[in-house]
């Protein structure tokens, strides 16, 4: 009996000996995969992947080739989806080139659900070559690229149980201005809005430098944060997850499909660490176990929107930077700075420019194209006056510093050239309080001014400039008028 135990015993831990084995040989076979594919995209010879370059089309057929071997279907009547972008890169011919995403998918099972759609998805393109040096656009993005190819191994490795179809897409002229995604959002039509989920990989070769995979946009979607924290535990990843994506200088292929409004995208990514849009961006830099372990990470991921074991289901809520349109109310912080001068409009003599600064709160109500504007600022500005108790020589030569703290609070009336309020003009009225008036002063001062000025997501940059209506001092008893013109430039940021 006891030597049947031990034998039992002996078959067992080989049996699990084998089992380890296997899933490191498997691991290993991935990670052998992954420097594979990553080395190819980001070579000298693909000379930076430009779209429509011949380096750009290298690209796309060893990704092509890499899906149908996979067995990948393709979605619709194709492939390849060739398209003609806004701005054309440059050097590039139509005659004899082409710029084009590949978009493939792996069809759901259930009778239902299987006309809903996760899209997968990354650019392939990088920048070329410039100043005679090939940016090979390693981490940007043969990456996500690369990580995509892996991840759609795996998951038509479970395609029976998938209950939603899963679309694969490989965008191109991404770099341009998101020209690949654009197209895809045109050309699904209809279908557009059976996608329930968008999640696009760009930049996830330097986990280990990043110390974290970053998710932007899971408040888009209902649950998300549980799930992915859930299968974040399991699988010893560390995560940061943002709830929207806030930057407003850089995008990435989840804009095309937040601009319909309430469709769940997610930026995944290891952030900017890398040699961004610089030559050093090479294959050798790259984290391949880290990139291993995101692909299983995102594989599991997919898996359980796909196969119905994770809620998928849209929150209603839109990142800032990707509303079509301007929330009703809007409020926060700005700061900013400019020039101040005297004025004396009934006599010959001319204020010196001084500096100021301002910081306070923005208030906006919007409506269709048009903001109600208000704001409170503290305002502390140094303007040089005329020395009005000397001589001629000091009145025309000399100046005397003054400085004046205020309490100013501009109303503006808004009309913005677009429904997001990208460009917009202004004009309105203006109460200032002095706060250091001396009893020669009037305290109480009324102005008008004009305003211009343009947002990049939040964040709103305008020049306004300040006429100043009230005198400081009784023209009846000083025999003149002496008012103030303000310009400035005032950074806001809006909530």
Request: hydrophobic residues 40%; charged residues 20%; aromatic residues 8%.
């Amino acid at each position: 009996m006891r030597q049947k135990r031990i034998l039992v015993f002996i078959a067992f831990a080989v049996l699990m000996a084998t089992v380890g084995a296997g899933s490191a040989n498997a691991q290993q076979g991935r990670q052998q995969r992954l420097r594979q594919h990553l080395y190819l995209l980001a070579s000298d010879s693909l000379q930076g992947r430009l779209a429509g370059s011949v380096g750009g089309a290298k690209a796309r057929q060893y990704i092509l080739n890499q899906y149908q071997a996979i067995g990948l279907q393709p979605y619709g009547d194709s492939c390849l989806y060739p398209f003609r972008p806004r701005l054309s890169p440059i050097g590039y011919d139509y005659d004899t080139g082409m710029i084009s995403n590949i978009i493939m998918m792996i069809p759901g099972n259930d009778p239902v659900l299987k006309d809903e759609y996760i899209v997968l998805g990354a650019h392939y393109d990088h920048i070329g070559v410039k100043n005679g040096q090939v940016h090979n656009g390693a981490d940007d993005n043969a990456s996500g690229s690369t990580a995509l190819i892996e991840i759609a191994r795996e998951l038509y490795a479970h395609r029976s149980e998938l209950k939603r179809s899963i679309i694969i897409a490989a965008f191109d002229s991404e770099e341009q201005g998101l020209y690949g995604s654009k197209d895809m959002v045109r050309m699904m039509g209809d279908d557009i809005h059976k996608v329930k989920v968008m999640m696009s990989i760009d930049m996830v070769g330097w986990l280990s430098a990043n110390n974290a995979l970053v998710i932007e946009g899971v408040a888009t979607l209902d649950g998300a944060d549980r799930t992915m924290r859930q299968i974040a535990d399991e699988q010893g990843m560390t995560l940061k997850l943002k709830r929207f994506e806030t930057s407003a200088i850089t995008a990435t292929d989840t804009e095309p499909f937040a601009s319909i409004g309430q469709l769940p995208t997610l930026a995944v990514t290891t952030g900017l660490k890398s040699p961004y849009h610089k030559p050093e961006d090479d294959a050798d830099l790259i984290d391949y176990e880290g990139l291993d372990r995101i692909c299983s990470f995102l594989t599991e991921l997919a898996l359980q929107w796909a196969t119905d074991r994770a809620p998928l289901k849209a929150s209603g809520k839109v990142a800032p930077k990707h509303r079509d349109h301007l929330p009703m109310f809007e409020i926060g912080p700005a700061a900013g700075f400019g020039t101040a001068s005297l004025r004396y409009p009934n006599s010959s003599l001319k204020g010196r420019l001084g500096l100021e600064c301002h910081a306070g709160l923005d208030a906006r109500f919007n409506r269709g194209s048009f903001t109600l504007q208000g704001q409170a600022l503290f305002n502390a500005a140094m303007m040089p006056n005329v020395d009005l108790s000397g001589t001629a020589a000091d009145i025309f030569g000399q100046s005397s510093g003054e400085t004046q703290t205020s309490l100013l609070i501009p109303v503006s009336a808004i009309w913005n050239a677009t429904p997001e309020g990208d460009v917009y003009l202004g004009a309105g009225i203006n109460y200032r309080r002095l706060l250091n008036h001396t009893a020669t002063y009037n305290a109480d001062l009324w102005g008008v001014h004009w305003t211009f000025g343009f947002r990049l997501g939040r964040t709103t940059i305008a020049y306004m400039m300040l006429y100043q209506g009230t005198s400081y001092l009784d023209p009846d008893a000083y025999g003149f008028r002496m008012t103030s013109m303000q310009r400035w430039i005032t950074v806001s940021f809006l909530l």
